[in-house]
């Protein structure tokens, strides 16, 4: 522990409630390795503040020892953005302890949650209202609001209602000087220049702490339907999207999973069983749902997937006769990544390139590269009509210990070239942490990297929020 870190906890632990300054190793230990086991950090002391102001005043501390502060929620973020160095300079800032939900109305469609507020609880307050906070993912139980908003977060309803982006109405934030932003307020029109809560999101944390976020509701929905298809190719599995959409305006999910996928998920995972019986090279799951409680969602998604299989664009689709088969069906899209973990070593790129071209990129992408890297298994699976996929590559089952640091490298530089090439994103929706960054530095036009830098610059002189993530 360096001299500066050590006056900073001492000063902490007079000024905070005890609970705010963890030192014991044990406590920490948990947190300072990323969600996939990849990258192990350390840090001599972990701060838990319970309100805004204690924030603040941590943060100021940081400015005045000049030590880093590596904000965390949940820690499920997939490019380890909160995880610490391993050298131990930088402390751990936990916003797990900020977790109330300070107000939520169905007048305004409003609720304004703290950093901490897990999503799953944001879903079961806004339900009981009779609303709905409408993002969801497969880390839902752990994620945080503050991590969802640092990582504009996507998942599995972007298709309906965008990303994290379009769902913040506004955020309150300590900023590297310890000064409080509070743009909380929810206006609809606010032109006083840049605005502070959209650099925010997706800032990773380098640009400050979030402490409270105002997030749009919409209606609870009164009926879902959810169904499970096999499609020949991810050419069908658009062309069905596109078809479903062109009659109806429920679809909020579609979700591309590939066999092989499906395979790792029903060897993995139990309590999992296939909802065809034939096998399809690839599935789509589908949700659609209604806020009218007269409609019969199921009639109208059933008879729409029987059109889609008289006109040959699915094989094959059953639809969940209630909710414990809907849970089961999302349970196998959802799975995967776990799944893929105990399989063995898994290379995960969270792409994006133009929608109409992902069925054919996905194709060609994973060809290319099992071609080049005999042995392994390249595919693609999720978010297709966001032109968003989990491009994963596994390695060969006899591959080394250190596959990923130097065939894993060369692999995801060429599918990054791919991407690139293709006109896409190296990271769609899950942040650059320190995972990506040599990428980003290695393929963003300069442009957008003098940027980024000079925004860092201007609103973190000293450098101490989260520094090594993002910004190359
Ligand atoms: C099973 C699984 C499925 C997933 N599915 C999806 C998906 O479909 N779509 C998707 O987008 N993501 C997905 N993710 C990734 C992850 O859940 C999201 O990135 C989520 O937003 C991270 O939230 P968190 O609270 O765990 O943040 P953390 O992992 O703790 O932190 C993530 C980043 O945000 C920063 N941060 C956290 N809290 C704050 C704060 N209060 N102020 C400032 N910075 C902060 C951290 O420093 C770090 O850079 C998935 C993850 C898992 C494990």
């Known amino acids: 522990m360096t001299d500066a870190e050590t006056l900073l906890i001492e000063q902490a632990r007079q000024n905070l409630d005890p609970k705010a300054v963890i030192t014991d190793p044990k406590e920490i230990e948990p947190w300072v390795t990323d969600w996939r086991g990849r ?49 131990g300079s930088a402390l751990l800032l936990s916003m797990r302890r900020m977790n109330r939900i300070r107000s939520i109305s169905s007048d305004n469609r409003l609720a304004v949650a703290e950093a901490g507020v897990v999503l799953a609880n944001l879903h079961d307050a806004a339900h009981e209202i009779g609303m709905r906070f409408p993002l969801t993912l497969g880390a839902r139980g752990s994620c945080t609001i503050g991590g969802l908003t640092s990582t504009n977060a996507g998942g599995t309803q972007v298709l309906r209602f965008g990303t994290m982006r379009s769902l913040v109405a506004g955020v309150e934030a300590v900023l590297p000087d310890g000064s409080v932003h509070n743009g909380l307020s929810g206006l609809k029109k606010d032109n006083r220049g840049y605005s502070i809560d959209q650099l925010l999101i997706g800032a990773e944390g380098t640009l400050g702490v979030v402490t409270a976020v105002a997030l749009r509701l919409v209606p609870a929905i009164a009926a879902r339907a959810v169904a499970w298809c096999g499609v020949e190719n991810p050419e069908r599995a658009l062309s069905l999207l596109r078809y479903l959409e062109a009659r109806t305006n429920s679809v909020e999910g579609f979700e591309l999973v590939p066999q092989d996928s499906l395979d790792l998920v029903l060897r993995h995972v139990p309590n999992t069983r296939a909802p065809l019986t034939a096998r399809h090279e690839w599935h789509v799951l589908i949700e659609a749902t209604t806020t009218d409680p007269e409609a019969d969602i199921s009639a109208e998604l059933e008879r729409l997937l029987g059109a889609a299989l008289q006109e040959e664009i699915i094989g094959d689709a059953v639809l969940a006769a209630n909710e414990g088969q809907a849970e089961a069906f999302w349970k196998l899209r959802d799975s995967i990544s776990e799944a893929e973990r105990v399989e063995g070593q898994t290379l995960a790129h969270d792409i994006s390139v133009p929608v109409s071209d992902m069925p054919a990129f996905i194709v060609e992408a994973a060809a290319k590269v099992e071609s080049a890297f005999p042995g392994v298994v390249a595919s693609g699976f999720g978010h297709l009509g966001d032109g968003n996929i989990h491009f994963h590559v596994r390695a060969a089952s006899h591959a080394a210990p250190d596959w990923y640091s130097e065939e894993g490298a060369n692999i995801t530089r060429m599918v990054d070239d791919l991407v690139t090439a293709a006109g896409g994103s190296i990271s769609a929706e899950h942040g650059i942490g320190q995972l990506k960054r040599d990428e980003l530095a290695r393929l963003a036009p300069p442009g957008r990297i003098n940027a980024l830098r000079a925004i860092k610059q201007a609103l973190d002189p000293l450098g101490i929020m989260n520094p090594g993530k993002l910004v190359p």
């Open 39 to 87: 990258v192990h950090g350390a840090a001599p002391a972990m701060l838990a503040p319970a309100s805004t102001d204690e924030v603040a005043h941590i943060v100021r501390l940081a400015a005045e020892h000049r030590v880093a502060l590596v904000p965390q929620g949940g820690n499920t973020g997939m490019a380890a953005g909160a995880t610490p160095p391993a050298d």
